[in-house]
């Protein structure tokens, strides 16, 4: 990716008084993106936070075993921590398989990571030992494939400028043609005097 700044466009050719819509333009096309990294890091501390408490559980059952050995109450609250511990062991894979899915689908322009998680029959992608996802590729391409909808193609909003010159002015007409509503109405606001 190209590092956008001043001096790169200068390089360029670009007049001081376009610059700066330049990089603003830019910066607006990465937002997108850098919500997408948030979320697959939020994602990755709660995996991170839920396995911790599972290295927790495993050393309470480990300390109630050796205290447990003959004592039948022990016994039990043993037996009742080793299926609370079997479920979480459960949950966490369950967690961490929705998340891998989450991510790359968030890496494939999903709409929304969590629709598109109860729309597609995830018992497909299976987690591997060596923490590996089987079937997660074969997955996304199927869904791209059979639900379009769900995902979106990260297109730049509006024309790019001409490198080197002013942009050229749209008339009131060309502007109310604009078909992306938020383009048009950030049109409109710096053309306010056609609208008068």
Do not use: C, W
């Not at 050796?66 to 479920?87: S, V």
């Not at 969590?114 to 597609?120: C, E, G, P, Q, R």
């Amino acid at each position: 990716m190209i590092r956008m700044n001043r001096e790169f466009l200068r390089g360029l050719g670009v007049t001081e008084d376009i610059i700066p819509q330049i990089i603003n333009q830019h910066h607006d096309a990465l937002r997108p993106l850098r919500e997408k990294a948030d979320k697959a890091d939020e994602l990755q501390q709660t995996v991170d936070g839920l396995n911790e408490e599972l290295k927790n559980r495993d050393t309470q059952l480990n300390a109630l075993q050796e205290k447990a050995k003959d004592n039948e109450d022990l016994n039990a609250e043993l037996e009742k921590y080793k299926q609370q511990n079997e479920q979480k062991t459960t949950e966490i894979k369950q967690l961490q398989l929705n998340n891998a899915i989450k991510v790359e689908a968030l890496k494939h322009n999903v709409v929304d990571a969590d629709a598109f998680i109860k729309l597609v029959d995830t018992s497909k992608v299976k987690l591997n030992e060596d923490g590996t996802f089987e079937g997660l590729d074969s997955l996304i391409t199927e869904s791209t494939e059979k639900m379009p909808y769900l995902f979106t193609d990260t297109k730049p909003l509006g024309k790019p400028l001409p490198v080197g010159g002013q942009p050229q002015a749209m008339t009131k007409e060309q502007i109310l043609k604009v078909e992306d509503r938020s383009e048009r109405q950030r049109l409109i606001r710096e053309n306010m005097n056609l609208f008068q």
